[in-house]
């Protein structure tokens, strides 16, 4: 895609080609600045700027009226101008252009009322006419700092003993592997069955205004038909590449964890929630602690 400026005959544009999709904190982001003209033209400036934000914008509404608030942080913007005024020849003229990504930055990722972007915006500078301007996101791709990895176990009691017992094999799931779940319900308990969720919550902040946002990215119910009842039942919940990742920045966070809900009658219902983070780590089988030698903590 390019932008295209049309006045009378004469058609002008303006595109950004990089060289490789996603990046990663350090490496170099380059690609060429390329301006099309069927007839020469001057301009007065051509420069290409790379910048890394978060940003949010939270919709507030009041009966027949909303306002929008919007906020943002930059993490670091640079400029690289490629010379002064000049005439640019009909035809096509390529700007080679080089930019180095900071070390520790955060994934690229886009949320319902937050994002972490990083772009670049190419102008061309026209006196008495319209600037060519025309702006793309780079996609970086961070991975994610090893953490201690640890299984999660919940329960939840009635009348002194347990009737949901639920564990999380590995809370630091690359995304790409399943999060493995297992759980338990008691023999004697009515209900109606059981849901299991990978759930993300987005927490994002605006000039004072904070918006929370969750959503479902798997759900798995199986009826009580299909239960084994005081039986362990492992399950997996698959994950993906264009799912969320977890993460803290300075204006918007996401938190990922998994839901597990009995569904019984007369709106009784109980539920499990055990946090889990999402990101990019090394995959499970490349990683000291295989699952041959995972031991699951609940008997």
């Known amino acids: ?55 949010t914008e939270i919709v507030v509404s009041a009966g027949e009226y909303s306002t929008t608030y919007k906020d943002e942080r930059v993490y670091f913007t640079t400029r690289q101008r490629f010379g002064g005024e000049g005439v640019i020849p009909a035809g096509e003229t390529r700007f080679p252009f080089a930019f180095t990504l900071p070390e520790n930055i955060l994934s690229s990722y886009s949320g319902k009322c937050g994002w972490v972007e990083y772009t670049l915006r190419a102008v061309v500078e026209i006196s008495k006419a319209i600037d060519l301007k025309k702006q793309i996101a780079i996609r970086v791709k961070q991975p994610t700092k090893e953490a201690t990895s640890q299984s999660q176990t919940e329960s939840v009691e009635r009348d002194g003993r347990s009737i949901l017992d639920a564990e999380i094999h590995d809370d630091c799931v690359c995304l790409g592997d399943p999060v493995i779940v297992r759980f338990r319900v008691s023999e004697d308990l009515k209900m109606r069955g059981i849901r299991v969720e990978l759930r993300t919550e987005e927490d994002a902040i605006a000039k004072r205004q904070k918006s929370t946002k969750t959503r479902t990215l798997v759900s798995l119910a199986i009826p009580q038909s299909e239960l084994a009842r005081d039986l362990w039942t492992e399950l997996e919940l698959k994950t993906n590449d264009s799912m969320p990742l977890s993460f803290e920045g300075q204006i918007v966070s996401n938190r990922s964890s998994v839901k597990l809900t009995l569904d019984i009658p007369w709106a009784r219902d109980k539920w499990i929630v055990m946090p889990v983070k999402l990101g990019y780590y090394a995959p499970l089988s490349e990683r000291d602690t295989t699952t041959s030698d995972f031991q699951w903590r609940l008997k």
């Open 1 to 55: 895609m390019f932008c295209i400026a049309r006045e009378g005959m004469r058609l002008r544009s303006v595109e950004i080609i990089t060289t490789k999709s996603p990046y990663s904190g350090g490496e170099s982001v380059e690609g060429l600045v390329i301006v099309r003209c069927s007839r020469d033209f001057k301009y007065n400036a051509i420069h290409l700027t790379f910048a890394g934000r978060e940003r």
